[in-house]
């Protein structure tokens, strides 16, 4: 199968994975007929890509690193408790957190083992989830990214674990901003910026008084939107005075971000979020955490169409581990002509090829 912008889906294609809600059910299942109804209620419902199914690419692959029931119920709990924050007062969501600290440390420990097991990079693309609230699959996704990182840097259960409740609970803050600003579909203004940016001192002072949550936790909350140059907020502290924690929360934070559909913009392709954390290497986000990133996660997702510095064209069919931008190709074409028998070339063995560009329009 083939990985497409959803915008350039034709009436006839068929979809080569099931696309499912963030809880879990199935909303267009794998082998469904695409038709021009189908292709707008996709793009209203925001979502970027679909994989297709393909007679010369049948034989790919895009398997998802987390299990389907592992991630819905961890969307699930985080919806649960950040819709209880919104809605109650002061004193009630403390005990919400308070309660809900044992139930997300038992969900990290069933991520950290999954990731831990798994054989594959990282890669969520091959997952469409339409969700209700972006707040809540950010999360989810975050906490993924952040774990993968972790493992990559070789952090001990403990470590991880508590990294992954920073994770987690780094945007329980905008529970307490205004929807209507938090999904306002058109330019916010200068004051409503700064309401957004109020979420990350709203998460400090909520999770910090609760007991059961570790202070480093809270501090996640705070500083994952500082910067190594003193660029960010709310506090602009710089370099050795941001948690590690909080430069590897910031770093997931930030990818994601990027490549999810949002409201004012349309999501990248995983290599060109990474562009633009490398563009802010060692001033914003610190060197060793995108290296680490880079080797944790898919950056041309199995797939995708690309082509090469010599014109040849290929297809992602599956990933070097630990070299992610190093992926194997079936190739398709070759001179402007579509090959009769498709063959595999190794990127990792071929040091003089280079992937120029990513081919999701056709």
Same mark, same amino acid.
């Given at each position: 199968?083939?990985?497409?912008?959803?915008?350039?889906?034709?009436? +006839?294609?068929?979809?080569?994975?099931?696309?499912?809600?963030?809880?879990?059910?199935? @909303?267009? +299942?794998?082998?469904?007929?695409?038709?021009?109804?189908? #292709?707008?209620?996709?793009?209203?419902?925001?979502?970027?890509?679909?994989?297709?199914?393909?007679?010369?690419?049948?034989?790919?692959?895009?398997?998802?690193?987390?299990?389907?029931?592992?991630?819905?119920?961890?969307?699930?709990?985080?919806?649960?408790?950040?819709?209880?924050?919104?809605?109650?007062?002061?004193?009630?969501?403390? =005990?919400?957190?308070?309660?809900?600290?044992?139930?997300?440390?038992?969900?990290?420990?069933?991520?950290?083992?999954?990731?831990?097991?798994? #054989?594959?990079? @990282?890669?969520?693309?091959?997952?469409?989830?339409?969700?209700?609230?972006?707040? =809540?699959?950010?999360?989810?996704?975050?906490?993924?990214?952040? @774990?993968?990182?972790?493992?990559?840097?070789?952090?001990?259960?403990?470590?991880?674990?508590?990294?992954?409740?920073?994770?987690?609970?780094?945007?329980?803050?905008?529970?307490?901003?205004?929807?209507?600003?938090?999904?306002?579909?058109?330019?916010?203004?200068?004051?409503?910026?700064?309401?957004?940016?109020?979420?990350?001192?709203?998460? =400090?002072?909520?999770?910090?008084?609760?007991?059961?949550?570790?202070?480093?936790?809270?501090?996640?909350?705070?500083?994952?939107?500082?910067?190594?140059?003193?660029?960010?907020?709310?506090?602009?502290?710089?370099?050795?005075?941001?948690?590690?924690?909080?430069?590897?929360?910031?770093?997931?934070?930030?990818?994601?971000?990027?490549?999810?559909?949002?409201?004012?913009?349309?999501?990248?392709?995983?290599?060109?979020?990474?562009?633009?954390?490398?563009?802010?290497?060692?001033?914003?986000?610190?060197?060793?955490?995108?290296?680490?990133?880079?080797?944790?996660?898919?950056?041309?997702?199995?797939?995708?169409?690309?082509?090469?510095?010599?014109?040849? #064209?290929?297809?992602?069919?599956?990933?070097?581990? +630990?070299?992610?931008?190093?992926?194997?190709? @079936?190739?398709?074409?070759?001179?402007?002509?579509?090959?009769?028998?498709?063959?595999?070339?190794?990127?990792?063995?071929?040091?003089?090829?280079?992937?120029?560009?990513?081919?999701?329009?056709?």
């Amino acid at each position: 199968m083939r990985l497409l912008k959803t915008q350039a889906l034709k009436p +006839g294609m068929r979809l080569g994975k099931s696309i499912f809600n963030d809880r879990g059910t199935i @909303l267009l +299942g794998e082998g469904c007929e695409i038709s021009d109804k189908i #292709k707008q209620r996709l793009l209203s419902l925001d979502v970027s890509f679909v994989y297709v199914q393909d007679e010369r690419t049948k034989d790919i692959k895009a398997e998802s690193t987390i299990s389907n029931e592992l991630r819905r119920s961890t969307v699930k709990t985080i919806e649960t408790i950040f819709l209880d924050v919104r809605s109650m007062n002061i004193h009630e969501r403390s =005990f919400v957190i308070e309660g809900a600290t044992q139930r997300f440390s038992q969900l990290l420990e069933d991520i950290i083992t999954e990731i831990k097991s798994s #054989k594959r990079l @990282l890669t969520l693309l091959a997952d469409v989830y339409i969700h209700d609230d972006y707040i =809540f699959t950010h999360s989810m996704n975050v906490t993924l990214y952040t @774990l993968a990182i972790a493992k990559e840097m070789k952090m001990k259960p403990k470590q991880m674990t508590m990294l992954g409740l920073g994770a987690i609970l780094h945007d329980v803050g905008k529970m307490l901003v205004s929807p209507d600003i938090l999904k306002k579909p058109a330019a916010l203004s200068e004051e409503e910026y700064s309401m957004i940016k109020q979420h990350s001192e709203y998460g =400090f002072q909520l999770l910090r008084k609760i007991h059961s949550v570790p202070l480093l936790v809270a501090h996640c909350a705070y500083q994952h939107h500082e910067r190594l140059d003193g660029s960010g907020y709310p506090r602009g502290l710089c370099a050795d005075n941001i948690h590690y924690f909080a430069k590897i929360i910031a770093v997931a934070d930030v990818f994601d971000a990027i490549t999810s559909n949002r409201i004012y913009r349309q999501a990248m392709l995983p290599h060109e979020a990474l562009e633009i954390l490398y563009a802010g290497s060692g001033t914003q986000f610190e060197t060793k955490i995108i290296e680490a990133f880079r080797r944790s996660v898919t950056i041309y997702p199995d797939g995708l169409t690309v082509q090469l510095n010599d014109g040849r #064209k290929g297809v992602v069919s599956s990933q070097n581990v +630990g070299l992610s931008d190093r992926p194997i190709l @079936l190739i398709i074409e070759e001179n402007g002509i579509e090959l009769e028998h498709t063959y595999t070339c190794n990127l990792k063995d071929h040091n003089h090829l280079l992937i120029t560009s990513c081919l999701v329009d056709e």
